[in-house]
């Protein structure tokens, strides 16, 4: 059990840790308000991370591959990641200011930011799915409940280590940030929004085109 507590701690932060939508997100609210509303995106986040991770373990995330359930949730999150691009380059043209007060307003506007964004993330879906058969890598073949539960509690606990992790990661960087890097860090999440946005319908248009070329198995009944 402690083995695989340990591969689903490291699991969840390599998940966790790679560059995506959250955490530009997490960039986007810290160069401006600071810690607090960079952890408020972090933990907001959870909830999607949680979710998927939920449904993904126990075999949910499998019929999440298929094109009718999967297209609703992708553009769900590709139309979210073009509304921030575009909210970013905006606010990053308007007048600027940096308020490290990290104002409860803000803290839930993030929350709810992170939140959307891990829900409709269309990777979480494929992650999650391929995750949810994956326990045999770690020597268990037949998962129990047990088991599920001990993956569960690892990722989580990684999830949230690494959320206190990254909002000070970002919050000593961008603490003495000026008005000036602040509109150009901006401008950069737009970038970054906008490419996941358009990598994100490149995923969904592969996935759907190699799900129409799989032959299709035909049933015949015998008299």
């Known amino acids: 059990m402690i083995t695989l507590f340990i591969s689903a701690f490291v699991l969840g932060l390599i998940f966790n840790a790679a560059p995506g939508a959250v955490f530009a997100e997490t960039v986007r609210q810290g160069v401006r308000g600071g810690y607090r509303p960079a952890l408020a995106v972090q933990v907001g986040s959870l909830v999607g991370d949680a979710l998927w991770a939920l449904l993904g373990l126990i075999g949910v995330g499998f019929l999440l591959q298929m094109d009718v359930l999967r297209w609703p949730v992708g553009i769900a999150g590709v139309a979210y990641l073009l509304w921030l691009a575009w909210d970013s380059w905006k606010a990053a043209a308007q007048e600027f200011s940096v308020d490290m007060s990290g104002a409860p307003a803000t803290q839930r506007k993030a929350m709810r930011a992170g939140m959307l964004l891990s829900v409709t993330n269309p990777q979480n879906i494929a992650y999650w799915a391929a995750m949810g058969s994956a326990l045999g890598a770690v ?48 401008k950069l999440c737009a970038a970054a929004f906008l490419v996941l946005a358009l990598g994100s319908l490149r995923d969904l248009l592969t996935a759907s085109a190699m799900n129409a070329t799989k032959p299709k198995t035909v049933v015949v009944s015998k008299r």
Do not use: N
């Not at 073949?141 to 990684?158: H, I, K, N, R, T």
């Not at 999830?159 to 000026?178: E, K, P, Q, T, Y």
């Open 139 to 186: 020597g268990i073949s037949e998962p129990q409940p047990l088991d599920y539960a001990v993956f569960f509690a690892g990722f989580m606990a990684s999830s949230v280590i690494w959320c206190f992790v990254c909002a000070a990661i970002v919050d000593r960087l961008f603490r003495h940030a000026g008005a000036k890097w602040a509109r150009i860090t901006y």
